[in-house]
């Protein structure tokens, strides 16, 4: 079965910074994109990125270039998503996506989720 | 504000045929497939139709897409109460070189 199972739920404080998993079960992770959309609370979903294990072609929204970064290891097949100065807007569920290919791909399975939230 | 335009609410009794409409612009849905998504309350959201109108395997024939122009449809016939979920569309946009979402539908089941 394709799975992708993400890292556990975090609370950080303003101005720390994280690094969220997700871990691909179940088919050749390098031949595949992931995707990692964010959704705020009680909000729609957003587009953050997308990478490809396979060679790291990252690329971002513009609405989260320079906010995020997004990495692979390939070796033990996990996608990764990284702050590192967190903002109480950056409280939000992230899910991880497995994306067939850009432009005419879809996502499919999704991960269960990380729910980040973040407070002084 | 959502690139795509999704109606925030839709509602039908048990049996009922209801649509969701999903609106774009000739850089998204013009020009690209549409994708939809189901997300029930407090879970991930999983694949409900790809490429416009094709269903994925599990998803019942009770849902179908349909697309013209810059405007897509999602029809769900027969509704049933587990229907009673949100919905969101989705589609590869050109001017920014990535996918785009609705700002989703939340299906009531009268």
């Known amino acids: 079965e394709v799975q992708l199972v993400q890292s556990g739920a975090e609370v950080k404080k303003p101005g720390e910074s994280l690094k969220i998993s997700c871990k691909g079960f179940?088919?050749?992770?390098?031949?595949?994109?992931i995707a990692w959309v964010r959704q705020m609370p009680g909000k729609g979903l957003e587009w953050m990125g997308i990478i490809y294990p396979g060679d790291s072609d990252t690329r971002y929204s513009p609405s989260f270039q320079g906010q995020v970064t997004i990495s692979a290891d390939e070796s033990i097949s996990t996608a990764y998503l990284q702050w590192s100065s967190l903002k109480a807007s950056d409280t939000a569920m992230y899910y991880c996506?497995?994306?067939?290919?850009?432009?005419?791909?879809?996502?499919?399975?999704w991960g269960q989720g990380t729910l980040v939230t973040v407070s002084s | 504000q959502s690139v795509l335009t999704q109606p925030p609410s839709a509602s039908g009794t048990p049996g009922q045929r209801v649509t969701i409409s999903c609106s774009g612009s000739?850089?998204?849905?013009?020009?690209?497939?549409v994708y939809w998504y189901q997300q029930l309350p407090g879970t991930a959201p999983t694949l409900l139709i790809y490429r416009n109108d094709q269903r994925p395997s599990g998803v019942p024939d009770r849902f179908s897409g349909s697309k013209s122009g810059t405007s897509a449809s999602l029809a769900i016939s027969g509704l049933r109460s587990e229907d009673e979920t949100d919905f969101y569309c989705?589609?590869?946009?050109?001017?920014?070189?990535?996918?785009?979402f609705g700002g989703g539908t939340k299906l009531t089941v009268l």
């Open positions: 000739s850089s998204n849905i013009g020009s690209n497939y």
């Open positions: 996506a497995r994306h067939s290919a850009p432009r005419v791909g879809w996502f499919d399975p």
């Open positions: 989705a589609a590869w946009d050109d001017s920014l070189s990535g996918p785009v």
């Open positions: 179940g088919y050749s992770f390098t031949t595949y994109w």
